[in-house]
């Protein structure tokens, strides 16, 4: 089983809509919980951080962790085709990322239409 | 945020032969970190790369395949060494920076190798 798994997509909305998405996990260790927008032929910039359970919002986008569950999740709400990219869920134990404690998805591809 | 720059963005290489990647940090740092991000797969770390000492490699990948420098506290290189077509794949660099509470960790753009 995968560290962590995340449903590749790709996920085409239209402008407007809210936009879920979601990662689940196994290490009920993780504690940091990273969100990361990669947009084509760019490398991964980060969108949103929160640390253990609860929600986190940021302009449109809201990050929410349920760790009993142990699933994470970012809505993005009002979609715009500038959305469009795909989003890489990462987590940690701890609080440095370094030395291969970072957990990355493999990524969902979202297409915002017009 | 620490800016991450990256040479070259592509290239296309011939089996055998050997490509190095440059990745130049605007601030020092003590870690930098070696990605591989293949097609349907997760971020994969090859390396983290400390100032003054030998890269640590995860498993998987080892030196004489993927020389790493790392000459002080801006830069470093990655070597893909006699290149096959299962080395096709995006190599990011990145670095750990310290937010207040926390520690964040950015990316360069990213080189794009193919390997025919």
């Known amino acids: 089983q995968k560290e962590v798994e995340q449903d590749p997509g790709p996920l085409s909305v239209p402008e407007g809509a809210i936009v879920s998405l979601n990662c689940t996990y196994s290490?009920?260790?993780?504690?940091?919980f990273m969100w990361y927008r990669q947009y084509s032929r760019k490398g991964p910039e980060l969108l949103m951080y929160?640390?253990?359970?609860g929600n986190k919002e940021d302009g449109r986008f809201t990050a929410q962790v349920d760790k009993s569950s142990k699933y994470i999740s970012l809505f993005i709400r009002d979609s715009q085709p500038s959305d469009s990219a795909t989003y890489l869920c990462?987590?940690?134990?701890?609080?440095?990322?370094?030395?291969?404690?970072?957990?990355f998805g493999t990524g969902t591809r979202l297409t915002v239409i017009p | 945020s620490a800016v991450i720059s990256q040479k070259p963005s592509r290239d296309i290489c011939q089996r055998g032969t050997s490509l190095t990647i440059q990745c130049q940090v605007d601030?020092?740092?003590?870690?930098m970190f070696w990605y591989r991000q293949q097609p349907g797969q997760s971020l994969t770390l090859i390396a983290t790369a400390n100032q003054g000492s030998e890269a640590t490699y995860e498993s998987g990948f080892v030196i004489d395949k993927f020389p790493i420098s790392r000459p002080n506290l801006t830069f470093s290189t990655l070597t893909v060494s006699n290149m096959s077509p299962e080395d096709s794949s995006i190599y990011l660099c990145?670095?750990?920076?310290?937010?207040?509470?926390?520690?964040?960790?950015?990316f360069g753009p990213g080189t794009r190798l193919t390997v025919t």
């Open positions: 929160t640390y253990s359970s």
């Open positions: 990462a987590m940690s134990a701890f609080l440095r990322t370094g030395a291969n404690n970072l957990f």
């Open positions: 290490n009920s260790a993780f504690q940091y």
């Open positions: 601030s020092q740092v003590t870690m």
């Open positions: 990145s670095v750990e920076e310290k937010a207040s509470t926390t520690y964040e960790q950015y």
